[in-house]
Nanobody, 125 residues
Framework: QVQRESGGGSVQIGGSLRVTCTASGYTLRDYSMGWFRQAPGKEREAVAIMDSDGDTNYADFVKGRFTISRDNALNTLYLQMNDLKPEDTAMYYC????????????????????WGQGTQVTVSS
């Protein structure tokens, strides 16, 4: 039961990227799933969460710029990132939270497990 992130890269300020988390060994839509990021020297922080009902929760610093979504047929979670800023530079990870009603939209990384290897996003001028 693993997931693999991909799609990161280098982009200029104001640009866009879509990162992808592909799950294997379990049905992604049955869990709360989240995108998190960690910059060097900083704690891992939540960016966006989607629960099994498809409800979402976003960190204030990405509201209106980032969108979390999933493709149930592909067992894949996405994070569309628009209007990127230098402070968005970080390693982005997807994490698996609780199953069905035990999931929810909590933003605490401690509630998530089964981390992938991450994908680097770098925003520069």
């Amino acid at each position: 039961q693993v997931q693999r992130e991909s799609g990161g890269g280098s982009v200029q300020i104001g640009g866009s990227l879509r990162v992808t988390c592909t799950a294997s060994g379990y049905t992604l839509r049955d869990y709360s799933m989240g995108w998190f990021r960690q910059a060097p020297g900083k704690e891992r922080e939540a960016v966006a969460i989607m629960d099994s009902d498809g409800d979402t929760n976003y960190a204030d610093f990405v509201k209106g710029r980032f969108t979390i979504s999933r493709d149930n047929a592909l067992n894949t979670l996405y994070l569309q990132m628009n209007d990127l800023k230098p402070e968005d530079t970080a390693m982005y990870y997807c994490g698996r939270g609780g199953y069905l009603s035990n999931g929810g939209l909590r933003m605490d990384p401690k509630g998530y497990h089964h981390w992938g290897q991450g994908t680097q996003v770098t925003v520069s001028s």
